[in-house]
Nanobody, 123 residues
Framework: QVQLVESGGGLVQAGGSLRLSCSAS????????MGWFRQAPGKERETVAA????????YCADSVKGRFTISRDNVKNTLYLQMNSLKPEDTAVYYCAGSKQGWTIWPKEYDYWGQGTQVTVSS
């Protein structure tokens, strides 16, 4: 089993940047599909980005494409989300999660989740 802990959230002005980190414990991180998700108040959880176990395949939602970059370091057991040109609509709780699937972007197919980190973008 993998345990996940997110960090790096905070308050930032529109146009600013943040880098989220997700530290993983357990032996299976390096073999796991990983993703970032977010949930704003009153909205459903949405997929932000995903990366395959070896980093060779990535996905970014259209709403963040060109602004956010997902990456991973399997030596450090850490997942990252670099967020640039932040907008107020990016405000949400951001979660990292891992899946036993080979590839999926659907939240329901992710098996283990972190506790989330708040990102607030002011206008």
């Amino acid at each position: 089993q993998v345990q996940l802990v997110e960090s790096g959230g905070g308050l930032v002005q529109a146009g600013g940047s943040l880098r989220l980190s997700c530290s993983a414990s357990g032996r299976t991180f390096s073999r796991s599909l990983m993703g970032w998700f977010r949930q704003a108040p009153g909205k459903e959880r949405e997929t932000v980005a995903a990366v395959s176990w070896n980093g060779g395949t990535t996905y970014c939602a259209d709403s963040v494409k060109g602004r956010f970059t997902i990456s991973r370091d399997n030596v450090k057991n850490t997942l990252y989300l670099q967020m640039n040109s932040l907008k107020p609509e990016d405000t949400a709780v951001y979660y990292c999660a891992g899946s036993k699937q080979g590839w999926t972007i659907w939240p329901k197919e992710y098996d283990y989740w972190g506790q989330g980190t708040q990102v607030t973008v002011s206008s």
